[in-house]
């Protein structure tokens, strides 16, 4: 796909930004996530990156960094350029063996944290990546297991996504947004799609394959979370009764849940 303005402006500043302060040290930027499965929504989407470096940035390159992002950020505060840098050899093993990394996320960076360092980006990236600087990543570059991948999402069911639904399900006003029903309608189906499938998809992709999985009385709250997700603006079968909506986010999530971690990893 052509990339949306917006995201070739963020990508482009950011690269002028660090080549002008840290000459050589980005060699290359990948984007990941939705915009590698051709999804882009805006207001919706972000801009999910993996930065090649050169080497490891001693204080001088990390300040560098960080300045280039905070000057991103204050110009392009939304969709939030969320991401990590990293050595081409950090890509070659399981991302477990990988250090602690320089991150970007919400709009706030972290010398040494690790925000999506998971086999998920490691698989996305030579799957689905968009290159924007660097040569094509391949398999021989990027360490790829699919028995790792698997285990480790159905791993996020239990330990990510089941707190939450135990959340929803004790702050029935959060689960009512629209909000709440996209990040977990799609979020919990992205997941019961790889287990079922072994691919990945987007979320968009996650709430199609959700239409078509399971049973005719989930289908208005996964149309809903589509719909918060790709239309927000358009008219919710909601709008009535938000309360629902929350008892069917709570509902579906669980459902999916269960259902994933029925799945052999």
């Given at each position: 796909?052509?990339?949306?303005?917006?995201?070739?402006?963020?990508?482009?500043?950011?690269?002028?930004?660090?080549d002008a302060s840290a000459?050589?040290?980005?060699?290359g930027l990948y984007l990941?996530?939705?915009?590698?499965?051709?999804?882009?929504?805006?207001?919706?989407?972000?801009?999910?990156?993996?930065?090649?470096?050169?080497?490891?940035?001693?204080?001088?390159?990390?300040?560098?960094?960080?300045?280039?992002?905070?000057?991103?950020?204050?110009?392009?505060?939304?969709?939030?350029?969320?991401?990590?840098?990293?050595?081409?050899?950090?890509?070659?093993?399981?991302?477990?063996?990988?250090?602690?990394?320089?991150?970007?996320?919400?709009?706030?960076?972290?010398?040494?944290?690790?925000?999506?360092?998971?086999?998920?980006?490691?698989?996305?990236?030579?799957?689905?990546?968009?290159?924007?600087?660097?040569?094509?990543?391949?398999?021989?570059?990027?360490?790829?297991?699919?028995?790792?991948?698997?285990?480790?999402?159905?791993?996020?069911?239990?330990?990510?996504?089941?707190?939450?639904?135990?959340?929803?399900?004790?702050?029935?006003?959060?689960?009512?947004?629209?909000?709440?029903?996209?990040?977990?309608?799609?979020?919990?189906?992205?997941l019961h799609h790889l287990?079922?499938?072994?691919?990945?998809?987007?979320?968009?992709?996650?709430?199609?394959?959700?239409?078509?999985?399971?049973?005719?009385?989930?289908?208005?709250?996964?149309?809903?979370?589509?719909?918060?997700?790709?239309?927000?603006?358009?008219?919710?079968?909601?709008?009535?009764?938000?309360?629902?909506?929350?008892?069917?986010?709570?509902?579906?999530?669980?459902?999916?849940?269960?259902?994933?971690?029925?799945?052999?990893?």
């Amino acid at each position: 796909m052509s990339l949306p303005a917006e995201v070739a402006a963020i990508t482009g500043r950011f690269l002028e930004l660090i080549d002008a302060s840290a000459p050589g040290l980005v060699t290359g930027l990948y984007l990941r996530g939705s915009l590698g499965f051709g999804e882009y929504f805006a207001g919706a989407s972000d801009v999910d990156f993996t930065a090649v470096l050169a080497d490891r940035p001693d204080d001088a390159r990390l300040g560098a960094l960080a300045a280039a992002h905070a000057v991103v950020h204050d110009a392009h505060p939304r969709p939030h350029f969320d991401g990590f840098h990293l050595l081409i050899a950090d890509l070659a093993g399981p991302p477990d063996h990988c250090p602690d990394l320089p991150v970007m996320f919400d709009g706030t960076f972290r010398p040494a944290e690790r925000m999506d360092v998971n086999p998920v980006s490691w698989h996305e990236l030579t799957r689905h990546g968009i290159v924007i600087r660097g040569r094509r990543l391949t398999q021989a570059d990027v360490w790829t297991d699919d028995t790792a991948l698997r285990a480790y999402s159905h791993a996020n069911l239990t330990a990510y996504w089941t707190p939450l639904a135990e959340r929803l399900r004790a702050q029935p006003a959060t689960a009512a947004t629209p909000e709440a029903a996209a990040w977990c309608v799609l979020g919990v189906s992205r997941l019961h799609h790889l287990l079922a499938t072994g691919a990945l998809t987007s979320k968009s992709g996650a709430g199609r394959y959700a239409l078509a999985t399971f049973g005719s009385q989930w289908q208005p709250i996964v149309a809903e979370a589509l719909r918060a997700r790709e239309r927000p603006h358009a008219a919710s079968s909601y709008n009535r009764d938000p309360t629902a909506r929350g008892r069917d986010t709570t509902a579906f999530t669980q459902m999916v849940i269960q259902a994933g971690l029925a799945l052999r990893p």
